[in-house]
Nanobody, 111 residues
Framework: QVQLVESGGGLVEPGGSLRLSCKASERSFSYYVGGWYRQAPGKQRDMVAIITRDGSPYYADSVKGRFTISRDSAKNTVYLQMNSLKPEDTAVYYC?????WGQGTQVTVSS
């Protein structure tokens, strides 16, 4: 059973930045695709960004050029750097790898 613990969410003004972290209890991100998903109230959970085993990143069109996913395998951690945040980025952000999900961290973009 892999435990994923997210951190770094919060309240930020439009145009601001946040960095999310997801630490795994085991060395998961070296073996499986790791990624971030988000779910806004009343909407489905959508992929935001994923990083493959060989380190290749993929992004949803809505965040390309603003978000960056990265991985530190030695720390069993995946990051999501979010810049130029918009109100429509407001959601609960979930870390995912293999068949495991984190508990989610709230990101609110508002003035």
């Amino acid at each position: 059973q892999v435990q994923l613990v997210e951190s770094g969410g919060g309240l930020v003004e439009p145009g601001g930045s946040l960095r999310l972290s997801c630490k795994a209890s085991e060395r998961s991100f070296s073996y499986y695709v790791g990624g971030w998903y988000r779910q806004a109230p009343g909407k489905q959970r959508d992929m935001v960004a994923i990083i493959t085993r060989d380190g290749s990143p993929y992004y949803a069109d809505s965040v390309k050029g603003r978000f960056t996913i990265s991985r530190d395998s030695a720390k069993n951690t995946v990051y999501l750097q979010m810049n130029s945040l918009k109100p429509e980025d407001t959601a609960v952000y979930y870390c995912h790898t293999g068949k495991y999900w984190g508990q989610g961290t709230q990101v609110t973009v508002s003035s």
